[in-house]
T-cell receptor
Framework: GIQVEQSPPDLILQEGANSTLRCNFSDSVNNLQWFHQNPWGQLINLFYIPSGTKQNGRLSATTVATERYSLLYISSSQTTDSGVYFCAVSYAGGTSYGKLTFGQGTILTVHP | DGGITQSPKYLFRKEGQNVTLSCEQNLNHDAMYWYRQDPGQGLRLIYYSQIVNDFQKGDIAEGYSVSREKKESFPLTVTSAQKNPTAFYLC????????????FGQGTRLTVV
């Protein structure tokens, strides 16, 4: 099956710093989502971005589908940004739409 | 409010017992999914359903069962055959389409005591 690799596994920042999280995937995808898992475990949808670039406030994301990677940018980080960030993809060659394969996540800690 | 509701939030089960986790959505989504998350890990797919009265095994279906009698509901039963059931369980739904965004419930934390 499709493989998803996220880097770095851990990231520690001071408040106000910028960061880039990376997601590599092994095959063609028709869906790519970035999630933030909060301390209570809920997955918050950040971006639905199978290709192209999107921005939402301090967060932005870029997916280069032909090169099989996506980047999540966090600018001017805040302590509330702490948590686990997941990338998840859906294989384009399958017939079961919406089935997501998750990476292992990046644990982000932002210190005041 | 539109969304996905999972209940209960916390569940304790004795070894050898079956337990059922509830997942309800009012988003009018055709497809629903169950994922399992272990500490420090990503999510893994247990079962999914793209339409009422139909469901398919995911990557780790052994020891689990599901039903899809209504569009809004997709309950997951963790049976006594599941060797290591203690985990965080998340339900999701999406439109049944090639390019579709999935949305998740708040999860149920199951502990075997």
């Amino acid at each position: 099956g499709i493989q998803v690799e996220q880097s770095p596994p851990d990231l520690i920042l001071q408040e106000g710093a910028n960061s880039t999280l990376r997601c590599n995937f092994s095959d063609s995808v028709n869906n790519l989502q970035w999630f933030h898992q909060n301390p209570w475990g809920q997955l918050i949808n950040l971006f639905y971005i199978p290709s192209g670039t999107k921005q939402n406030g301090r967060l932005s994301a870029t997916t280069v589908a032909t090169e099989r990677y996506s980047l999540l940018y966090i600018s001017s980080s805040q302590t509330t940004d702490s948590g686990v960030y997941f990338c998840a993809v859906s294989y384009a060659g399958g017939t079961s739409y919406g089935k997501l394969t998750f990476g292992q996540g990046t644990i982000l800690t932002v210190h005041p | 409010d539109g969304g996905i509701t999972q209940s209960p939030k916390y569940l304790f089960r004795k070894e050898g017992q079956n337990v059922t986790l509830s997942c309800e959505q009012n988003l009018n989504h055709d497809a629903m999914y169950w994922y399992r998350q272990d500490p420090g890990q990503g999510l893994r797919l247990i079962y999914y359903s793209q339409i009422v009265n139909d469901f398919q095994k995911g990557d780790i279906a052994e020891g689990y069962s599901v039903s899809r009698e209504k569009k809004e509901s997709f309950p997951l039963t963790v049976t006594s055959a599941q060797k290591n059931p203690t985990a965080f369980y998340l339900c999701a739904s999406s439109i049944r389409s090639e390019n579709t965004e999935a949305f998740f419930g708040q999860g149920t934390r199951l502990t075997v005591v």
